[in-house]
């Protein structure tokens, strides 16, 4: 069964998410307008 990602990312450090978030912004940061995901603006960025 799959599961949630919220309860994984519980589930890492404080550093690793740290990390990972640094990582998904620098990634954002490269794409260009036509590649950037649709995202929900009443949720925050995971």
């Known amino acids: 069964m799959a ?3 919220s309860n994984l990312r ?3 450090s404080h550093e690793a998410q740290a ?3 640094a990582k ?8 260009t307008l036509h590649e950037l ?3 929900d603006t ?3 960025m995971p």
């Open 3 to 5: 599961k949630k990602f």
């Open 10 to 12: 519980s589930q890492m």
């Open 19 to 21: 990390k990972a978030q």
């Open 24 to 31: 998904a912004v620098a990634m954002l940061e490269e794409m």
């Open 37 to 39: 995901p649709i995202m």
């Open 42 to 44: 009443d949720r925050p």
